[in-house]
Nanobody, 122 residues
Framework: QVQLVESGGGSVQAGGSLRVSCVTS????????MGWFRQAPGKEREFVGC???????TYADSVKGRFSVARENLKNTVYLQMDSLLPEDTAVYYC????????????????WGQGTQVTVSS
């Protein structure tokens, strides 16, 4: 059974930083694109960023230059480093796993974590 577990969310003031992690069990992530999505109250889940098995990363325009995704295959872990956080970054952040090359649509991801809350206050 494949499980993804996020951690590291929390509350931070605008301009601050947070790093969230996602550990996968039940399958090695080395052959997958690992993605991050977020969902704010009353809004649809949106793509944040991803990193594919070749290490190529892709980001939504709203976070480009502020967020970065990294992976440690030996630890079966992917990270989302969030800098210069804004109140509009407040959401539940989800990691996900896809066999496709850098997909940005949620339906292209096969496995999902339960999410971790990130709250940014002004």
């Amino acid at each position: 059974q494949v499980q993804l577990v996020e951690s590291g969310g929390g509350s931070v003031q605008a301009g601050g930083s947070l790093r969230v992690s996602c550990v996968t069990s039940g399958r090695y992530i080395s052959a997958y694109t690992m993605g991050w999505f977020r969902q704010a109250p009353g809004k649809e889940r949106e793509f944040v960023g991803c990193i594919n098995w070749s290490g190529v990363d892709t980001y939504a325009d709203s976070v480009k230059g502020r967020f970065s995704v990294a992976r440690e295959n030996l630890k079966n872990t992917v990270y989302l480093q969030m800098d210069s956080l804004l109140p509009e970054d407040t959401a539940v952040y989800y990691c996900a796993m896809s066999p496709k090359w850098s997909p940005t649509r949620a339906l292209e991801y096969d496995y999902w974590g339960q999410g971790t809350q990130v709250t940014v206050s002004s």
